[in-house]
Antibody, heavy 130, light 108 residues
């Protein structure tokens, strides 16, 4: 059974930093891409950041967090991390860790891997407030 | 970025009703479209991916259709466990992942 367990978030002052972790089990962690998706109170879902599996560890970030957030992974610990700096009130949200499932497609002449969020953690609340 | 627009925002329905939620993408995403269900206080879970492929363990009353820019999620006979919020999401890798704003299915 796939399990994703996020660390406790908590309360952070504006401008502060926080590192979230997500421990994975039940699947071959190292070969799968991982992502963070957040949900502000009473709002919809917003993709935040992702890191590819395998050797490349390519990272992507949403424009709303670019320059302030770093995603990384430690395959020896089956864990993905989200380092958040210069936090703002608008970063207040539940942060979900998600494992990606992908399919390759070369029909356009260029090959892409299209990935969706197949498995989700239970989420952890990050509150940014003074 | 590709914008995803769901309609309606809220559906009021009764047990046994057929419910359809639509999702429109601002540009073609092929069939790279997933649907998620989220209940209050819980994480989302995937119901359908690649527009119409049912995730393992998801009841067959859920179905997905569409391609390009127009998609739909249909619940053929609404059950008490189906009252939740539903999100579409494109995963065309040429553009950042984006979700629709959500559709709440509530009891009529």
């Amino acid at each position: 059974e796939v399990q994703l367990l996020e660390s406790w978030g908590g309360l952070v002052q504006p401008g502060g930093s926080l590192r979230l972790s997500c421990a994975a089990s039940g699947f071959a962690f190292s070969i799968y891409g991982m992502s963070w998706v957040r949900q502000a109170p009473g709002k919809g879902l917003e993709w935040v950041s992702s890191i590819s599996g395998g050797l490349t560890r390519t990272t992507k970030h949403a424009d709303s967090v670019k320059g302030r957030i770093t995603i990384s992974r430690d395959n020896s610990k089956n864990t993905v991390y989200l380092q958040m700096n210069s936090l703002r009130a608008e970063d207040t949200a539940i942060y979900y860790c998600a494992a990606l499932e992908g399919e390759g497609d070369c029909s356009t002449g260029t090959c892409y891997v299209h990935e969706f969020f197949r498995h989700w953690g239970q989420g952890t609340l990050v509150s940014v407030s003074s | 970025d590709i914008q995803m627009t769901q309609s309606p925002s809220t559906v009021s329905a009764s047990v046994g009703d057929r419910v359809t939620i639509t999702c429109r993408a601002s540009q073609s995403v092929g069939r790279w479209l997933a649907w998620y269900q989220q209940k209050p206080g819980m994480a989302p879970r995937v119901l359908i991916y690649k527009a119409s492929t049912l995730e393992s363990g998801v009841p067959s009353r859920f179905s997905g259709s569409g391609s390009g820019t127009e998609f739909a999620l249909t619940i053929s006979s609404l059950q008490p466990d189906d009252f939740a919020t539903y999100y579409c999401q494109h995963y065309d890798s040429s553009s950042p992942w984006t979700f629709g704003q959500g559709t709440k299915v509530e009891i009529k």
